[in-house]
């Protein structure tokens, strides 16, 4: 089946403590892409990445850190994290460059204490 | 920047009501323009998408018109279910963007239908 995986779905920890947040995709997929939801918000891009070892960042990528060592793979870091970084993180990927659908995991809900 | 603007939510309806939600935008290019659906607890699904004006994008007995003249495209369903209840995000992807290619999603409208 094809999807989006991330882990964990839910997550409470303390300010400052580093966190990963893994995504992975099985559809061979080109571009993956990661988005926080914030009530009132909606959606808004952390970081992308076009291909493996490709990556940029988006509208809100303070705080936080990505890598594209595999094609499947594209975990966010915060290495230190805050309160303000309480939010729903979705992350998600896409077959290429032009290629319009995007296929969103199911969400990581984070607290930061 | 591009932007997406749709109606304030939320939207309660009765089984078998008609559904309008309204989404406009402001992009520098031509967009790609999308109804994105998000069942509570899951992630988004793409719901349906028009490419150009005056495409009709549908699925699921939802229907959406990209109007140009209007920069408009709003979500209509004759008879909604139960099953309809979901928070709804119209989006928008603008080639003139470059590398980025992000959606640029309005901030969601919940929908609730009741039996």
């Known amino acids: 089946e094809a999807q989006v995986t991330q882990n964990p779905r839910y997550l409470i920890t303390v300010t400052g403590k580093k966190l990963t947040v893994t995504c992975s995709q099985n559809m061979n997929h080109e571009y993956m892409s990661w988005y926080r939801q914030d009530p009132g918000l909606g959606l808004r891009q952390i970081y992308y990445s076009m291909n493996v070892e490709v990556t940029d960042k988006g509208d809100v990528p303070e705080g936080y850190k990505v890598s594209r060592k595999e094609k499947r793979n594209f975990p966010l870091i915060l290495e230190s994290p805050s309160p303000n970084q309480t939010s729903l993180y979705f992350c998600a990927s896409r077959a290429g460059r032009g290629v319009e659908t995007q296929y969103f995991g199911p969400g990581t809900r984070l607290l930061v204490l | 920047g591009d932007s997406v603007t749709q109606m304030e939510g939320p939207v309660t309806l009765s089984e078998e009501a008609f559904l309008t939600i309204n989404c406009t935008y402001t992009?520098?290019?031509?967009?790609?323009l999308f109804w994105y659906v998000q069942y509570p607890g899951e992630g988004l699904q793409l719901l349906l998408k028009a490419t150009k004006a005056d495409d009709k994008g549908s699925n699921k007995g939802f229907e959406a018109t990209y109007r140009k003249e209007t920069t408009s495209f709003h979500l209509e369903k004759g008879s909604v279910q139960v099953s309809d209840s979901a928070v709804y995000f119209c989006?928008?992807?603008?080639?003139?963007?470059?590398?980025?290619?992000?959606?640029?999603f309005g901030k969601g409208t919940k929908l609730t239908v009741n039996p």
């Open positions: 989006a928008l992807s603008d080639p003139t963007q470059g590398g980025s290619e992000k959606l640029v």
């Open positions: 992009a520098t290019g031509y967009p790609s």
